[in-house]
């Protein structure tokens, strides 16, 4: 017994059976259109969308040699630029011990005095903390200079 279908019910049914289809393409498509709104070429990328392990290349010098030679060549750069100018260049090798010798040379002692009278009222609450928790108090004066050794190099 042939079923008679008119053209609405056709319709009908094309529509009932293409609508959950095209939901489920619509939310497994969308998806990924999502995760990329605000990427791609002229958008900010922060630390925290890198995945771990990555890092500019070009930020870390792989050898003190690497370091040196960058160093050096930024430092002729800017000794050209100063001569183009008509200004006085700069001597690129005692420039250049100058800054090799500021990076050995720790600054903690040159510390702001604020700073380290702070670092101080926070160990002596450590110590007085680790006392009462029956532990051996830590020396103040290295205790002190470790903290702020650790505050330089925070951003390095």
């Known amino acids: 017994m042939p079923i008679a279908l008119s ?4 319709i009908m049914i094309i529509v009932f059976v293409a609508i959950p289809v095209a939901a489920v ?9 999502f995760r990329s709104i605000g990427k ?11 995945g771990e392990g990555l890092r500019d290349s070009g930020a870390e010098a792989s ?3 690497d370091a040196d030679a ?20 700069l001597d690129v ?17 040159s510390a702001d005095p604020a700073l380290r009278e702070e670092v101080r009222q926070l160990v002596v609450a450590r110590n007085e ?22 505050l330089e190099n925070l951003g390095q």
């Not at 053209?7 to 056709?10: A, E, H, K, P, S």
């Not at 393409?25 to 259109?33: C, D, Q």
């Not at 060549?73 to 800017?78: G, H, N, R, S, T």
């Open 7 to 10: 053209n609405g019910d056709i």
């Open 25 to 33: 393409v619509f939310v497994l498509g969308a998806g990924g259109a």
């Open 40 to 50: 791609g070429g002229l958008s900010v990328e922060f630390e925290s969308d890198l």
């Open 63 to 65: 050898s003190a040699g």
């Open 70 to 89: 960058e160093l050096r060549q930024l430092l002729e750069a800017k000794a050209y630029r100063q001569e183009a100018r008509g200004e006085t260049p």
């Open 93 to 109: 090798e005692s420039e250049l011990e100058r800054l090799r010798a500021e990076q050995r040379t720790p600054t903690v002692s």
């Open 129 to 150: 903390r680790r006392e009462r928790q029956g532990k051996e108090p830590l020396d103040v004066d290295a205790e002190i200079e470790r903290q702020l050794r650790d």
